[in-house]
């Protein structure tokens, strides 16, 4: 199975042109996918519903939505009103070839800053009924200006993640409804753009710290980075570019896995030719 994710940058590539089927063609082949900066009513790409036209081009997948900040959009002055109840939405999607049972929008902790812009964000929850087992996944974005708002964020997605089987993801005793009881499957694949390089404090706070002489031990309820783990980075690896500043690199883009994958991790590259987004598409291939 291949897992993929990508930040699109509301449809624009490198090139600053809009073009989402380019955006598909660069995850092309994938069977779960995370993608963040998904809008709706947004000005910069037109207003654009980029779910449902994402969702046209995947059509033998399975979409949810997450959007985690929503607020009331209208048209600057002088242009054409936009239609009534317009809302400018902004998160992240998971797209699957087999059903996606439930889904939540976990909303990450935040705080008011003065003069940067500081947009709600979110980790997007769904349980996904592969063929043989149900699994959850995350498509995840963190924020991009602050390591303490990063660190509490990932402090805050860690206990959500522990606590699903205690919490009951999205329903539980669902017979007072008359529908089957949601699976609450352990294992899980965690994939976005965390704002935050390998071995940061932050990367730390969520993967645990190495230790100088043992290295990272794997632990029960600690993530485990697929590229990490199969020895995939390389010097000078990258999954963002800065679109004026070519020389300007970092990684950031990040597949976690729960610790009962770590031995089906088959590979995990990042496709640096892509030119959809500021942002590189990572795949992971987990086996069965």
């Known amino acids: 199975m291949i897992f993929a994710s990508y930040n699109i940058q509301y449809g624009f590539g490198l090139d600053g042109r809009y073009d989402l089927e380019r955006i598909a063609r660069d995850i ?9 900066e998904v809008t709706r009513g947004f000005v910069r790409n037109e207003y654009a519903d980029m779910p449902a036209i994402i969702a046209a081009l995947f059509p033998d997948h399975f979409w949810v939505y997450g959007p985690a900040c929503d607020m009331h959009a209208e048209a600057p002055e002088g242009q054409i009103p936009l239609p009534r109840g317009t809302r400018f939405q902004f998160g992240n999607m998971v ?15 935040r705080s008011r800053t003065i003069d940067k812009l500081n947009l709600q964000r979110g980790a997007t929850e769904a349980v996904v ?6 699994i959850r996944v995350y498509s995840v974005h963190l924020d ?20 699903f089987v205690l919490e009951g993801a999205s329903l539980t005793g669902a017979c007072e409804l008359g529908l089957p009881e949601p699976p609450l499957p ?10 935050m390089e390998p071995e940061s404090p932050e990367y730390c706070t969520f993967a645990g710290t190495s230790d100088g002489f043992y290295g990272r031990t794997a632990r029960f309820g600690t993530p485990i980075d697929a590229f990490a783990a199969l020895g ?19 990684h950031i883009d990040y597949c976690f896995v729960s610790c009962g994958l770590k031995d089906r ?11 959809g987004s500021d942002h590189f598409p990572l795949r992971v291939e987990i086996g069965d």
Request: glycine fraction near 4%; charge should be neutral; proline fraction near 4%.
């Open 186 to 195: 352990v294992e899980y694949v965690v994939m976005g753009d965390f704002n």
């Open 95 to 109: 797209l699957s070839r087999w059903p996606i049972l439930s889904t939540r929008t976990l909303l990450l902790p």
């Open 28 to 36: 092309e082949g994938a069977d779960v996918i995370a993608l963040q």
């Open 129 to 134: 009924a592969l063929p043989d087992r149900a």
């Open 144 to 163: 991009h200006r602050s390591i303490d708002e990063r660190i509490a964020q990932l402090r805050y997605l860690s206990d959500r993640i522990s606590a």
């Open 232 to 250: 995939s980075y390389r010097p000078g690896s990258y999954s963002w570019v800065d679109s004026e500043d070519r020389g300007k690199r970092m």
């Open 265 to 275: 991790l088959k590979s995990a590259v990042i496709d640096t030719n892509c030119q």
